[in-house]
């Protein structure tokens, strides 16, 4: 079946950390991205960070230094490390993957909150 189950969401004071958790159907797991994407009320939804099969990994500027993507292949899951948080982080992170053949962003998960107290 396909699907994207997230966790690890939740509310952290700044300087905090969370690492999300994105498990995936083997099916989408082995295309050749997986990423995370975040939307803040009123903002776009934004590409936090991708990784793709070889474990290359890229992020955007403002996270750079603070999260770390990885998988786990032999669980078909990605994590998102995040650390040293700050309330500008707060927003809904999906889990998103290509799939096979795709360098495209084809299937989301449902969402997890990540609120960033200061």
């Known amino acids: 079946q396909v699907q994207l189950v997230e966790s690890g969401g939740g509310l952290v004071q700044a300087g905090g950390s969370l690492r999300l958790s994105c498990a995936a159907s083997?099916?989408?797991?082995?295309?050749?991205?997986m990423g995370w994407y975040r939307q803040a009320p009123g903002r776009q939804r934004e590409l936090v960070a991708g990784?793709?099969?070889?474990?290359?990994?890229t992020y955007t500027d403002s996270v750079k230094g603070r999260f770390t993507l990885s998988r786990d292949n032999a669980k078909n899951t990605v994590y998102l490390q995040m650390d040293n948080l700050k309330p500008e982080d707060t927003a809904v992170y999906y889990c998103?993957?290509?799939?096979?053949?795709?360098?495209?962003?084809?299937?989301w998960g449902q969402g997890t909150q990540v609120t960033v107290s200061s």
């Open positions: 998103a993957a290509a799939g096979y053949g795709s360098n495209r962003y084809n299937y």
């Open positions: 083997e099916s989408i797991f082995s295309g050749n991205i």
């Open positions: 990784i793709t099969s070889s474990g290359y990994t």
